[in-house]
């Protein structure tokens, strides 16, 4: 069974910056490709970032050049994410997930707020 723990979310003001980690654990093929999703209250969720099992990284418009995804180095810390997320707005506050992509599982969920 697929179990995903994020963790790294909190309160920062406009313009900071707050580093999410996401680390996958059960029965999936080593390495998968991974994505953070986030939904803002009465919004759908929506893609942020992924990356793909050879790195291949991609982003929403709204957070390119300000989001970064990237993975662990070497061994099982490869299936670990990151979500590195500067210049942080208002419109940024929303619960972030990750997700193994096409697993249909996901995490509990951390809430990052901007606000001053």
């Known amino acids: 069974q697929v179990q995903l723990m994020e963790s790294g979310g909190g309160l920062v003001q406009p313009g900071g910056s707050l580093r999410l980690s996401c680390r996958a654990s059960?029965?999936?093929?080593?390495?998968?490709?991974m994505g953070w999703y986030r939904q803002a209250p009465g919004k759908e969720r929506e893609l942020v970032a992924s990356?793909?099992?050879?790195?291949?990284?991609?982003?929403?418009d709204s957070v390119k050049g300000r989001f970064t995804i990237s993975r662990g180095n070497r061994g099982n810390a490869r299936n670990t994410v990151y979500l590195q997320m500067n210049s942080l707005k208002s419109e940024d506050t929303a619960v972030y997930y990750c997700?193994?992509?096409?697993?249909?599982?996901w995490g509990q969920g951390t809430q990052v707020t901007v606000s001053s």
């Open positions: 990356i793909s099992r050879s790195d291949v990284v991609n982003y929403a």
């Open positions: 997700t193994i992509q096409g697993s249909g599982s």
């Open positions: 059960g029965g999936f093929f080593s390495f998968p490709a």
